[in-house]
C-alpha cells in the first residue's frame, strides 16, 4: 500500500537487485572495489567534477564536505531550514567544530543574497572565519532556479569563500527546470553545480538505490573527504554490492522522476477538488508542489483523525505540529516516489474522499 513518509522507503527493483548481486567486489578502503571505482567516475563525469567519494548516508556526505572545506573555527553559512543545520544532528559543531551561521529563507526557498553578503565576516579576531555558503536545491520539495545558483556560486567566489550544494534531491531540481532550459534533467543537473567546489547525492531517495550517497569535488577536496570519512567511520569494505545500485540509478531513475512530480501534482489537484467539500470545508489548504513533495495544512485534531484512518488503509504518513494565526495546525507531507503509481494516488484520493464525507 502507498508510504507516502519519504521517497527514502523506495525498494530496489528486481533489474537492480541483479546488477547488484552480478556486482564486482574488492575493498573500497583499499581503493581497489571495482563497482564502487566505477560508480564514482560515472557520477564525477555526470556532474562534471574531478572525483567522487561513495558513503553510507547524505547526512555523512554532507559533513565530510563541511568537514573537508573548513578547519576548527569556521563558519559555514547555511538556512534556517536546511538539512545540513536543523536535521542532521548538529554535527558541524559537534563533530566538525564549525559555526554554523542560519539565515532566514525566503519563500521561494532562497536565501536573500544581501542576508548572505550580511553574514559574512570581516577578517577579525573576534569573529569566527567565514569559510563556506551551503545552498540546498531542491529544499522541502521548492526548486531554486539557476539563475540564483549561479548568482550565489558568483558570490562565493567574489568573497573567496567555498560553496557546497546540499544535492539530496538534485535530480528532481533538474528533472523540474530542464524543460525550461531545454536541456536534458542530467545535462540540467550538471548545469546546475558549476561554480561550486562540491555537491552531495543521495542515492537512496528517489533514484532508488537502498543505501548510500556520494560526495563529489575536486582531486584535492576528495582526498581530505577519504580521510573525513575513515574518521567518522564511514569506510566500508566491499561496498560494489551498494554501489552497483547506485550505479543503476544514475543510469535508469533519473529522467523517470518526472513521473513523481506528475503524481504529487495529480494529488495535490484531487486535495484541491476536496477542500471545499465535508470535513474539509473551509479547513484544509493544499501547498502546489514543484516536485515530489505536497504538504497540506489542517487543524491538529482533524488532521490526527485523517492520519490515523488513513494508517487503518495501511496508507502511511507524516505530519506536525506549528502555530499559526488561526490556532494550531498540522503540517502533513506527502512524497511521491518510484514505488507510488498513479493508480495509488487515485486509491488514496478515494479513501481521502470517503474521509471528507465521513460523519
Known sequence: MPDFRSDTVTRPSAAMKAVMFDAPLGDDVFNDDPSTLALQHYAAE?????????????????????MSH?????????????????????????????QPQPIALQPDGTLAVTDIVDAIKPDDPHFARTRLIVIENTV????????YMQQVAALAKQHNLQCHIDGARLFNAAVALAPQHQLSPQQMAKTLC???????????????????SLLLGSHELIKKAKRVRKMLGGGMRQTGLLAAAGHYALQNHIDRLAEDH????????????????GRFAGLLSVQPPQTNI?????????ADELVAFLASKQIQLTSSNYASASGTLKRIRWVCHLDISTADIQHTLDLLSQFAHSS
Not at 140 to 147: A, F, I, N
Not at 204 to 210: C, I, R, T, V, W
Open 140 to 147: 522541502g520539495g521548492k526548486v531554486l532556479p539557476l539563475s
Open 46 to 66: 555526470l556532474l562534471g567534477f574531478e572525483a567522487a567519494l561513495f558513503a553510507p548516508s547524505g547526512t555523512q556526505t554532507n559533513l565530510i564536505a563541511m
Open 70 to 98: 573548513c578547519q576548527r573555527g569556521d563558519e559555514a553559512i547555511v538556512g534556517q531550514q536546511w538539512h545540513t543545520y536543523k536535521w542532521e544532528g548538529g554535527g558541524m559543531a559537534v563533530l566538525g567544530s564549525i
Open 294 to 302: 505536497l504538504f497540506t495544512d489542517l487543524p491538529a485534531m482533524l
Open 194 to 212: 558549476q561554480g561550486y567546489n562540491s555537491v552531495s547525492i543521495c542515492l537512496s531517495k528517489g533514484l532508488g538505490a537502498p543505501i548510500g
Open 262 to 277: 506528475a503524481n504529487a501534482r495529480l494529488l495535490a489537484d484531487g486535495l484541491a477538488a476536496l477542500a471545499g467539500q
